[in-house]
């Protein structure tokens, strides 16, 4: 009897658990070398394929959609962020596209959290010290970072990963400020100060870390006119996409120390990034490690099983985004 099930192409390797459960379920296409694939060759790749399972490292633009065989009924992320699949052209086919939301929350707050206490801290130059032969004795006066206890954090996007930061901030003493599209209810809001804009909360942000989504509204957001209305020797905090930051102008209030420090894991047309955040002491920089546990990237390979699961059943996905 032929194989009936699903043929679902995989673009990157999945944790071991996961890829499992794919073969057991699915006829799937794995990517044993995890090799990236060129976007424009990602639509023969998925000839005879049912769905693709990609990652925020594959471009899914207007022309890739498009060209994707008419086979392919889903595409299922394995990330919760999706600028990098364009939902209309997705939508104009008919293609289902979904995303794996909550269960990495946690995980990326921690390393929002890990972040701004290492930018303060300045913990990433006093390692680098004394792992290159330079600690002499403890001083005094020698690598003072910023106190964090007591200091206003704000958030930009109150959605779940900012709320879970907040949570963690507040076990630091931190008051909490935000902007989002809206106020969220009380009980997420847990005292914090809603600003109806970034304008106005900017001002009130001895920290600022971002939390929104990368939209065409979010695109260099945090440009020079805005780090401006920071107060002076803020400290800002990026895990959720490179492009919300305009690079030069975060670089520029870096060198000069109008900002005391930023920690940034994620990074405008990342692997590459603006080289100009190496020569600055003052930026702790992750390579995108904000999901990367390996409870939270079996969690995201499981999530995305789920959507594909259910649109193959014929039941909506619980995770679908267009
Ligand atoms: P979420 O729950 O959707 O939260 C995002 C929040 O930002 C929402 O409340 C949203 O409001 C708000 N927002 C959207 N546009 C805005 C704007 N122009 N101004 C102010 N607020 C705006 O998403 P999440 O799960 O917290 O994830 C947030 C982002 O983190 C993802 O999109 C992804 O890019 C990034 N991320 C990064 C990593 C990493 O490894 N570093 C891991 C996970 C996620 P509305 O709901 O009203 O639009």
């Known amino acids: 009897m032929s194989d009936q099930r ?8 999945l944790p071991e658990a996961v890829e499992a459960r794919l073969q057991r379920d699915y006829r799937a296409v794995l990517n044993g070398t995890d090799a990236l694939y060129d976007p ?23 022309a890739v959609i498009a060209a994707l065989p008419a086979s392919v009924k889903a595409i299922a992320t394995f990330s919760v962020g999706y600028d990098h699949i364009d939902l209309a052209a997705a ?29 303060a801290r300045g913990a990433h130059s006093a390692e680098a010290l004394l792992r290159m032969g ?70 009130h942000c001895d920290v600022l870390s971002l939390h929104c989504p990368l939209t065409p509204e979010t695109r260099r957001f945090l440009n020079a006119e805005r780090i401006a209305l920071l107060p002076e020797r803020a400290v800002v905090v990026n895990t959720a996409r ?15 120390g109008r900002l005391a420090a930023a920690g940034l894991d994620v990074y405008d047309g990342e692997p590459r990034f603006h080289q100009g955040y190496l020569a600055l002491e ?32 014929g039941r909506e ?6």
Request: proline fraction near 6%; charge should be negative; aromatic fraction near 4%.
């Open 6 to 13: 699903p043929v679902v192409l995989v673009t990157r390797r």
């Open 40 to 62: 424009a060759t990602l639509p023969q790749h998925c000839e005879g394929a049912d769905a693709v399972l990609p990652c925020p490292t594959d471009r899914l633009d207007a």
């Open 91 to 119: 939508k104009a086919r008919g293609i289902i596209v979904t995303n794996t939301p909550d269960v990495l929350t946690a995980a990326t707050a921690d390393i929002a959290m890990l972040l701004i206490l290492a930018a």
């Open 134 to 203: 330079g600690w002499q004795a403890w001083a005094p006066t020698g690598q003072l970072g910023l106190e964090v206890t007591g200091k206003r954090l704000g958030i930009f996007g109150m959605g779940r990963i900012g709320r879970a930061v907040a949570k963690r901030a507040r076990g630091f003493d931190m008051a909490i400020h935000y902007t989002d599209t809206n106020p969220v209810a009380a009980e997420d809001e847990a005292g914090a100060v809603y600003h109806a804009s970034a304008e106005a909360m900017l001002p």
């Open 242 to 256: 490179g492009g919300i930051v305009d690079d030069e102008a975060l670089i520029a209030a870096l060198k000069s």
């Open 282 to 313: 003052n930026a702790v920089l992750l390579p995108h490690i904000g999901s990367a546990t390996v409870e939270t990237r079996n969690a995201m390979g499981f999530t995305a099983l789920d959507n594909l699961d259910a649109v193959f059943a």
């Open 317 to 322: 996905p619980p995770n679908r985004v267009a």
